[in-house]
């Protein structure tokens, strides 16, 4: 076996052989090398993470004309740092009348439920930490716990702005997983498979080419699954102050914040793994396995780099607005699409890539095309109803 | 004791603890936090049975949804959400006795029945439970019509809540 091709099992084998040495029983040494092999993963992520808050801070800053963190160290690298510090002396307040345990527990799920999502993700051909065949399922299942850790943080702090921001946020996931897992459905269509391997494995043309209809509505439903602008509803300061996560100080509040900002890549990476083909460039994955882990990462970045754009570029939506948004027109387009993507698939079962691709992309344009003309219709009626009504009203 | 029966007997002992909390805390909103536990504590033991199909489907279904809209429904109806009442009512006695009875009832039954002292037969390596699971339920030999017909009584059921709680104007 060449190092290039498969570093982890060539670093285990040789753990083992160590292991075995030193008269370990082969099961504990199993065990432990599977310990080993989640901690360098989770180490990995927080490491990136650390990163990602200067990424997100000096993205931001870009786009609204400032230099943003530039004092400490070269370009302001070394901030993040800084932060951590501060975080960590910070004074650890609990308010009073809260449901300590919950309160204390709820920071630990957030976090949890982001670093959980990266137990499904390929990082590489020989590099992923379990092939479930119903990894689409597992993603959705571990955003259930992040919604859970919301409504803990929301109610257990003993504030009606927590509370109030916790019931916008819950709602809005709520209503946004729908679409998502249709979505998630449509790669399942093509790669005729669930497991997350199988889906990167499977696109030899990038699913976006297949159905770009469903990345758009996919990182829709994401972002207001993270909760970021314009779904942010949830913190919006200047009614709420910052929802759910008010009464959080220091390092508990350092866990939410650097989960949101590992969430938001951990979507983009989702994003790149299930429309653009994952760790896949041209063959570059084949090379080496720490050049698909590189391609992997620069996806991610792209996607979560167009969450960033998104966010700071559109202004937050009310909240019914949003609702309807979901029930009224992205959960029927959702369906809709499954349907046509399921027919077209048994359709063109037989025909040869191009006609596939081709027919699959025209037919996401038609479904497309036909609900934005419904949308449109519907809003024209809904203008010219209230214009009638303000004219009756001036008349009386 | 294998590894296997030693996580069962933590993951079925969390559960039942889960479970127990669940009718003896005062807080109602504890109360749904400690049911959460006690689902997720089944969805362990789905998977400890190589059912990760069901296992992941209870996360979602009754902690990512079912368990959310209790959470909700809690909140937005109780005024005070510390349950002042008391735990037992007249009927406890009763109660005790019809569980006990049930208890003794299967404790007997499963007795008699072999399969609880023998091991599994391991899945051939080749054998997807998922696809087997999909295949039976669109395949008309197996379980089409009662796939079917429930989700029809599901949309039913589901018109049916949303023309009670609409607003006649």
């Known amino acids: 076996m060449d190092f290039h091709k498969d ?234 102050i910052s929802g759910y996560n008010i009464e959080y100080s220091g390092m508990k509040f350092g866990m939410f914040y650097a989960g949101e900002l590992l969430h938001a890549f951990t979507f983009g990476s989702f994003w790149a793994i299930l429309f653009f083909g994952g760790y896949r460039f041209f063959g570059l994955e084949k090379v080496s396995a720490f050049l698909a882990i590189a391609v992997l990462l620069f996806k991610a970045f792209i996607g979560y780099w167009i969450i960033m754009w998104v966010k700071y570029t559109l202004l937050r939506i009310r909240i019914d607005h949003m609702l309807i948004f979901n029930w009224k027109f992205l959960t029927p387009v959702a369906f809709a699409l499954l349907m046509v993507t399921a027919f077209m698939n048994a359709l063109l079962a037989a025909s040869p890539t191009w006609l596939y691709v081709s027919g699959m992309f025209l037919s996401n344009v038609l479904v497309a095309w036909i609900s934005l003309e419904l949308a449109r219709f519907a809003a024209h009626k809904e203008r010219e109803k209230t214009e009638n009504a303000l004219t009756a009203d001036a008349r009386r | 004791m294998t590894v296997d029966q030693i996580i069962f007997l933590i993951v079925a002992a969390i559960t039942l603890f889960a479970a127990f909390s669940v009718v003896t805390t005062g807080n109602l909103i504890r109360a749904a936090f400690w049911l959460i536990g006690a689902l997720f504590g089944v969805a362990a033991i789905f998977a400890i049975l190589h059912a990760s199909f069901l296992a992941v489907v209870q996360v979602v279904v009754y902690v990512g949804a079912i368990a959310i809209l209790f959470i909700f429904a809690v909140m937005l109806t109780r005024k005070d959400m510390r349950d002042q009442g008391a735990q037992l009512n007249r009927n406890w006695k009763f109660g005790a006795f019809l569980s006990a009875l049930v208890f003794a009832g299967l404790f007997f039954l499963l007795r008699g029945w072999d399969g609880v002292s023998k091991t599994a037969a391991a899945f051939p390596s080749d054998f997807d439970a998922v696809a087997a699971l999909g295949g039976a339920l669109v395949s008309p030999d197996a379980y089409v019509l009662p796939f079917e017909v429930a989700s029809v009584l599901l949309v039913a059921a589901l018109v049916g809540a949303v023309y009670v709680a609409y607003n006649h104007k």
Not at chain 1, 11 to 18: D, E, K, M, V, Y
Not at chain 1, 65 to 73: A, E, Q
Not at chain 1, 96 to 105: F, I, K, M, T, V
């Open chain 1, 7 to 240: 570093p982890l099992q060539i670093a285990a084998n040789w753990l083992f052989g160590i292991l075995a040495g030193w008269g370990v029983a082969d099961l504990w040494a199993q065990v432990l090398i599977g310990f080993l092999g989640i901690f360098l993963l989770i180490a990995l992520l927080m490491v990136v993470d650390i990163l990602l808050v200067w990424v997100e801070r000096k993205v931001v800053s870009r786009f609204q004309s400032r230099i943003g963190p530039n004092r400490v160290g070269p370009f302001g690298l070394i901030q993040p740092f800084a932060d951590i510090i501060k975080l960590l002396i910070k004074e650890d307040t609990t308010p009073e009348g809260a449901d300590r345990a919950l309160y204390n527990l709820a920071p630990v799920l957030s976090m949890m439920s982001v670093l959980i999502l990266w137990a499904v993700v390929p990082l590489a051909p020989t590099i992923l930490g379990v092939d479930l065949n119903i990894g689409v399922l597992y993603i959705i299942g571990a955003g259930a716990i992040g919604t859970l850790s919301i409504i803990m943080a929301g109610w257990s702090s003993n504030n009606k702005y927590s509370l109030l921001g916790a019931f916008r946020e819950v709602a809005v996931m709520l209503s946004f997983e729908i679409p998502m897992l249709t979505m998630m459905l449509i790669p399942t269509i093509f790669a005729g498979s669930m497991g997350i391997a199988a889906i990167t494995q499977a696109q030899d043309v990038w699913f976006f080419f297949l159905a770009p209809l469903a990345a758009i509505i996919f990182l829709i439903a994401a972002i207001a699954e993270l909760g970021r602008a314009p779904f942010d509803m949830g913190e919006a300061e200047s009614e709420l």
